[in-house]
């Protein structure tokens, strides 16, 4: 069944890029379809490598303990292994801006879920400061840490929303290919 729904989404896209070319390839890239140069530029250089950099880090321990960690959500261990796959693959795709607008919506839907599952779990938006929760009431998993919260999840929607509308700016694969 989903198979079907992403096939017939990729029949509307190809369909609507006929009647409108604005639809067509540079959807790909960006949902703003300039890519600024300068220091705007440099901007966005600096947002997509660092995000790109920070989902690699997080995709890289979740693809090497997938059954832990998908036991530890209670979730089967394949749609884990997307969110996984997704964060890495698009992060790379991030860091070398190609695909841009493709690379962010996979990891913006795993986001959104780690969200969903924080605020269905009763997680605050913002954790108390570690520092005055009293002494033995938290620990992390290495016995320190910051309380789970799901404040780390939504700036991470915010920041590949501004990537996906704004593009990867100038310096990308992106620009290289679809200016």
């Not at 995000?51 to 530890?72: C, D, M, N």
């Not at 929760?133 to 501004?162: D, N, R, T």
Request: hydrophobic share 55%.
């Amino acid at each position: 069944m989903i198979y079907q729904f992403a096939l017939g989404v990729a029949i509307a896209f190809f369909l609507a890029a006929f009647h409108f070319p604005q639809l067509g390839p540079y959807l790909l890239s960006s949902l703003y379809h300039a890519y600024p140069g300068g220091l705007p530029g440099l901007a966005l250089l600096l947002l997509r490598v660092s995000v790109g950099g920070l989902f690699l880090l997080h995709g890289y321990p979740k693809i090497t303990h997938l059954r832990q960690w998908a036991e530890s959500l209670k979730m089967p261990v394949f749609l884990c292994f997307l969110s996984a796959a997704s964060m890495l693959g698009g992060g790379v795709f991030l860091i070398i801006g190609f695909l841009t607008l493709l690379a962010t919506l996979p990891i913006l839907c795993s986001m959104i879920f780690a969200i969903y599952l924080h605020v269905t779990g009763g997680k605050p938006f913002v954790a108390k400061d570690p520092y005055l929760i009293p002494q033995g009431q938290y620990m992390g998993p290495l016995g320190e840490g910051e309380p789970p919260s799901w404040e780390k999840a939504f700036m991470y929607c915010v920041m590949l929303i501004v990537i996906a509308v704004l593009g990867p700016g100038a310096y990308s694969l992106d620009a290289l290919i679809f200016r």
